[in-house]
């Protein structure tokens, strides 16, 4: 079974500097997804960026970038000047491409902003 | 387009009643996951619908139950409830649910209390 892992359970950050959240997952499988998901306190879960294992290039939205080492298994997001709409808890979830969908997260990290 | 919406957004009820969530998945989106997020336990994979059938379920007990329209709306059903069922309870959508990773859309969720 696949496990991923969040090791800060607590970030923060200056506002405008940048954070970067660290995941690292484990599996058998070769081809699969890796999502960053943001819960704000209104609880909505929001997709932030999606990363193919299949494509060596990392992600990037906007201010949101990943570092996907795939040998390393690890799936970190950095967040660039930082905004105080970026609070929230981030999670790392790990999709397999066989069978139901189906989201394997991690603990989380909660992504404090100060002003 | 409208995004996945979840009702009722808040129910209490007490030990031993049943309780009957509702998901609208997405428009053209033909899989429906379910998660219940807890402080203690984080995020867990329940079920996942796709075309009216159960294509995978988490470790729950019997208790937990789901079904899937042929619109594509689902409902989850929770026999005798009981304290522990206290949770936020997340409904996803994905386009397709081939197994490929789609990336799954998320309700603002059900906070469920049971007293």
């Known amino acids: 079974a696949q496990t991923v892992t969040q090791s800060q359970p607590e970030m923060s950050v200056q506002e405008a500097e940048t954070v970067t959240l660290s995941c690292t997952y484990d599996t058998s499988e070769s081809d699969y997804y890796l999502f960053w998901y943001k819960q704000p306190p209104s609880r909505q879960m929001i997709l932030v960026i999606r990363q193919e294992a299949y494509k060596q290039q990392n992600a990037t939205e906007n201010r949101f970038s990943v570092n996907f080492q795939k040998a390393a298994k690890s799936f970190s997001l950095k967040i660039s000047d930082s905004q105080l709409g970026d609070a929230a808890m981030y999670f790392c979830?790990?999709?397999?491409?066989?069978?139901?969908?189906?989201?394997?997260f991690g603990q989380g990290t909660r992504l404090t902003i100060n002003p | 387009k409208a995004g996945v919406t979840q009702t009722p957004r808040y129910l209490i009820k007490t030990r031993g009643q049943q309780v009957t969530l509702s998901c609208s998945p997405i428009?053209?989106?033909?899989?429906v996951s379910w998660y219940q997020q807890t402080p203690g336990q984080g995020l867990q994979f329940l079920f996942e619908y796709f075309s009216e059938t159960q294509r995978n379920k988490g470790n729950f007990p019997g208790r937990f139950s789901g079904r899937q329209f042929s619109n594509s709306r689902s409902e989850m059903n929770v026999s005798t409830l009981e304290l522990g069922d206290s949770a936020l309870y997340l409904c996803?959508?994905?386009?397709?649910?081939?197994?490929?990773?789609?990336?799954?859309?998320f309700g603002p969720g059900t906070r469920l209390t049971v007293l």
């Open positions: 996803a959508s994905s386009r397709e649910g081939t197994g490929s990773g789609y990336t799954q859309y």
């Open positions: 979830a790990y999709s397999s491409l066989q069978g139901a969908q189906k989201l394997v």
């Open positions: 428009s053209g989106h033909r899989s």
